[in-house]
């Protein structure tokens, strides 16, 4: 539900409508953008390198900001989705490591699978109507 | 955040993790097609017709089903997206009519540019290399 409270009113309420949509659209986006990443990844990756890769495609989309990965990743982990090891690092603090597991494999399937239904049924209702 | 508790565990943390998965990818995107839907509108529409459709397009998707949209319209109202007026009905409960709101056609732009953008965003990342 994108707005939940009357508060849409004006310059303010429109802000806060499109902060809310966007929000509510990264939820899920985010875990299958980072499930897809490690799951093409070679070896195994930590928070930092998966946030430069996605801000090398699309530097100006804050959606998915370093700060905003840590939790997913914590979370997936939790969640059986991916494994995850320490590593002493040179310099500064360890660093966790992260590949997918057999079980992401299965959700992310499952995930791909819900994203491209999805997907295309919201297009087939905003897009501009084609004459092809 | 994709999976917040540590259930995903088996076939039942599986399924889940997808039902978690389709209701927070559909929050924001229920929104979006209703205001899209009104805006293509030639006339005002109640839930059931809205409703009606969806499923015509999409019968499988239960995501969009009636129920679900009702509470979005209603917040879409009070949050001044949507204008709405009751209509008697001959036979059963009088009906709710809605129209998009010079409001709600600002942020159905809004919404519509976040979406093309995350939708592009997510599609980089985990649809196949193409090669062309």
Redesign the interface.
């Known amino acids: ?9 004006g310059a303010e ?2 802000e806060s ?2 902060k ?14 980072l499930l ?2 490690l799951d093409r990844a070679d070896e195994d990756l930590y928070g930092y390198q998966i946030a430069k890769q ?1 801000q090398a ?2 530097p100006g ?1 804050s ?2 900001k370093q700060g905003a990965l840590y ?2 990743l914590r ?2 982990s ?4 991916l494994a995850s090891r320490v590593v002493p690092s040179y310099a500064g603090p360890p660093r966790r490591y992260y590949r997918i597991t057999d ?1 992401g494999r ?2 992310l399937k ?3 699978g ?2 491209e ?3 295309d ?6 897009q501009p109507v084609r004459n092809d």
Chains 1, 2 share one sequence.
């Open positions: 539900m994108a707005v939940e409270d009357p508060e849409a009113e309420g429109l409508a499109e809310k949509f966007q929000r509510e659209l990264n939820a899920g986006l985010i875990a299958l953008v897809s990443v996605l495609v699309a989309l959606v998915f939790p997913v979370n997936m939790a969640g059986g989705l079980q299965v959700v499952q995930w791909l819900i994203w239904q999805t997907r049924f919201v297009d087939l209702f905003t």
